[in-house]
């Protein structure tokens, strides 16, 4: 199934590359997982964290599905995208019984959430019991065995995808930076042969794995991030972050497509 799943893929790469190229909202990693989710069928989708719903509405597009509904913490990203015409409710997945039926949803996307969950198996199994039987859960994730943790460690440096408190981020740790008020929300941070076995534990069958790039590197402005040592070496940091997202077992994230299977 894994085999099949990427030839697909790899043989019929225009559609989305056209639908992506309408927003400037969809990039780099999000612009991947949408390509994905244009060869999955189900009417109707689940956006776990849904944020400001700019994904779920271009997941919504690619998918022309019949019914989508986000779910987040925040009652303020709640209200976005209500505002946003989505249907929208406020769950805390780490504890709360997702309130849906059993095998209601065709696909449910699981985008940058696990890593802020104490134990992400109360999630997972949600997942599966609203999941329809051959039904589809979509993740991503950042990479513990990321080529860029790796190096870092390799200098006595933390991790980029993990922190030692909500005040600083692993990144201005690392550089000698001073706290800018952001949160570090990452709690449990994989590696692909440790979410692979989660997955297997959770009796979800793993049919598609991709790697990411770290798409801040990307961006318009990613030199002012940089500190200035390293702002000479941008071209060279995007060429290997570029390659490494080649092998997902090196890449900065991880995009993996698993399918419900009774």
């Known amino acids: ?13 225009s559609p989305i590359d056209r639908c992506c190229r ?3 909202k969809v990039r780099g990693r999000q612009k ?35 019914e989508a509904i986000g779910i987040d913490l925040t009652e303020e990203s709640i209200e976005t995208c209500k505002r946003k015409g989505i249907d929208a409710r406020k769950v805390d997945v780490e504890k709360d019984r997702l309130p849906f039926e059993d095998n ?18 109360h999630l997972l199994m949600e997942t599966r019991r609203i999941l329809k039987s051959g039904g589809f859960l979509v993740i991503s994730t950042p990479n513990l065995a990321s080529i860029h943790n790796r190096s870092a460690l390799l200098f006595g440096n933390q991790p ?3 922190g030692m408190s909500h ?11 001073k706290p800018k008020g952001y949160i570090d929300g990452h709690r449990r941070v994989s590696t692909l042969k440790s979410i ?3 997955l297997s534990f959770c009796n979800f069958n793993l049919v598609h794995v991709e790697g990411s790039t770290f798409d801040p590197l990307h961006n318009e402005g990613s030199k002012d991030m ?33 399918k419900k299977e009774e």
Request: proline share 3%; net charge negative.
């Open 1 to 13: 199934m894994e085999g099949e799943f990427r030839s697909m893929i790899e043989h019929d790469q």
């Open 22 to 24: 309408s927003t400037k």
């Open 32 to 66: 991947q997982v949408v390509k994905l989710a244009s060869y999955l069928k189900g009417h109707k989708i689940l956006d776990v964290g849904c944020g400001s719903g700019d994904i779920t509405l271009e997941l919504i597009k690619v998918m022309k599905v019949k």
């Open 104 to 121: 209601y949803f065709d696909v449910v996307f699981c985008l940058e959430v696990i890593e802020h969950l104490y134990d992400p198996i």
């Open 160 to 162: 980029f995808t993990t």
């Open 167 to 177: 005040l600083y981020r692993a990144y201005e740790m690392n550089y000698d930076g």
């Open 196 to 198: 692979k076995k989660l």
């Open 226 to 258: 940089l500190p200035s040592s390293l702002q000479p070496f941008l071209c060279v940091l995007k060429f290997f972050d570029k390659c490494a997202s080649y092998f997902p077992s090196i890449a900065y994230d991880i995009i993996l497509v698993a």
